[in-house]
């Protein structure tokens, strides 16, 4: 077998191709209706009031501070367990980054150490003016906890479900917003859906909506009754805020709407997938993802935790004799807090040791659509022989 079998990939079809080339022979490429059409139908399908298309969900990470005012002074804090961008957006506001640990059994962020973060910040007056709760590989943060808290301590809630559209939690779709100010997707090829590099953003919020459309394109307005000054005539347009060219293009949107059509059928084959993966793997030294009953994941990643103490590998060779193998194994997610860049700004190793646990003994094994039950096969033959 030469193929790899990647962690990951996309599934194009012939429609999905056509929706891209037919914005390609109309008037507008970018900047037309296609992309509040995309906005539209995410909104609908999640049962959220607004929803506003951005070139990545970096960037709509980045939106959903400014929106919710984060700037020098204020605090935001998320799971280490995450992509560096779930951090990052908080730093490029000037504000200032912590983490709460993971649960063990979810690897999303512990909700009881959450609790006693904000009990003893409270005391310092040093509370977080949001929480970035991170639906981990597509299974959902219990939500209604973390939304409990902030009417306690009045934190702003941002949903990073960059893994997790499609997905439920409770009998709300991730993405309603119910539990939170603000919800992120990202359209990565990786992801469930894509549209080559994309993002979006949903809302309740009318104010809140109209503060990222206008951040999304420059801080500029066209509209009247939002202008500072009187107009100059038909050309006019005014900034009052300093925004960014985060927009996203027609022909992302375009590959968006299409590829939408499969969301439902894409979760479907993963979970299909996932519990295929449950029942071939389950007598090996291995632990295999554990599901809440409030959730139901979109099964973004799929995540083995090796049981090192009945091993005598290190995961580093078994990690690597998976690889050698074709078989496209990743990691999800070294902590955030120990990289180089956070190091310089006072984290260290051993801050947050269950996340750090996790680290050692994670692998994402691969989980996508268009994979097989003979694909299955072979990565269990393969793993069995490489941790004996
Ligand atoms: C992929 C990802 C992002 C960033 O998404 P982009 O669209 O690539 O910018 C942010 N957070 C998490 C948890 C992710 O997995």
Known sequence: MNRLISYGKQSISDKDIEAVANVLKSDFITQGPVVPQFEKTIADYCGANYAVAVCNATSALHLACRALNIGPGDRVWTSPNT?????????????????????????????????????????????????????????????????????????????????????????????????????????????????????????????????????????????????????????????????????????????????FERLDEFVKKRRELAQVYQQTLKELPICLPWQSERSQSSWHLYVICLELDRLKSSKKTIFSQLRQ????????????????????LGFKWGDYPNSEAYYERAITIPLFPEMTIQDIDYIKKILTQAIQ
């Open 83 to 259: 992509f560096v961008a779930s951090a990052n957006c908080v730093l490029y506001c000037g504000a200032s980054i912590d983490f709460v640990d993971i649960d063990p059994k979810s690897y999303n962020i512990s909700v009881e150490q959450l609790r006693q973060k904000l009990e003893i910040a409270d005391k310092n007056n040093q509370l977080p003016k949001a929480i970035i709760a991170v639906h981990f590989s597509g299974q959902s943060c219990d939500m209604k906890a973390i939304k409990s808290l902030s009417e306690q301590y009045h934190f702003f809630i941002i949903e990073d479900a960059a893994h997790a559209i499609g997905a439920r939690y409770l009998t709300d779709k991730v993405g309603s917003c119910v539990y939170s100010d603000i919800t992120v997707f990202s359209f990565h090829p990786v992801k469930i859906i894509t549209t080559g590099e994309g993002g979006m953003l949903l809302t309740n919020k009318v104010e809140l909506f109209e503060k990222i459309k206008c951040l999304r394109n420059h801080g500029i307005t066209r509209e009247q009754n939002e202008m500072t000054q009187s107009s100059h005539g038909e050309w006019y347009y005014e900034q009052n805020e300093l925004g960014y060219n985060y927009r996203m293009t027609d022909m992302q949107a375009a590959l968006g709407l299409s590829q």
């Open 325 to 344: 193998q074709g078989i496209g194994v990743n990691l999800h997610y070294i902590p955030v807090h120990t990289q180089p860049y956070y190091q310089k």
